[in-house]
């Protein structure tokens, strides 16, 4: 079992920074990928970035290409999302998800609000 927990969530103005934890417990290997999705209110869940929880292998939505990086500490066991230049449709909930090595995100954390002002 992998337990995913969410932080870091917040309300800023556009053109602020926010960054987001993931924190992981149980099974976790270097092949897996950590990934960072958001839902907006009324919208389906959307793919924002992932990575490899041995590092690389970044992927961004283009919609934050260039304002968001994704970031991994396997010694901490999570992972970040730094989120810059937000705009007010960035605002939604993000939620963090794990999967192994050539599966599906199978394990999903609770979600973390993310409002964005302009």
């Known amino acids: 079992q992998v337990q995913l927990v969410e932080s870091g969530g917040g309300s800023v103005q556009a053109g602020g920074s926010l960054r987001l934890s993931c924190a992981a417990s149980g099974r976790t290997f270097s092949s897996d990928t950590m990934g960072w999705f958001r839902q907006a209110p009324g919208k389906e869940r959307e793919f924002v970035a992932s990575?490899?929880?041995?590092?690389?292998?970044?992927y961004y939505a283009d919609s934050v290409k260039g304002r968001f990086t994704i970031s991994s500490d396997n010694a901490l066991n999570t992972v970040y999302l730094q989120m810059n230049s937000l705009k007010p449709e960035d605002t939604a909930v993000y939620y963090c998800?794990?999967?192994?090595?050539?599966?599906?995100?199978?394990?999903w954390g609770q979600g973390t609000q993310v409002t964005v002002s302009s």
């Open positions: 990575i490899r929880w041995s590092g690389g292998g970044e």
């Open positions: 998800a794990k999967r192994a090595w050539g599966g599906q995100y199978d394990y």
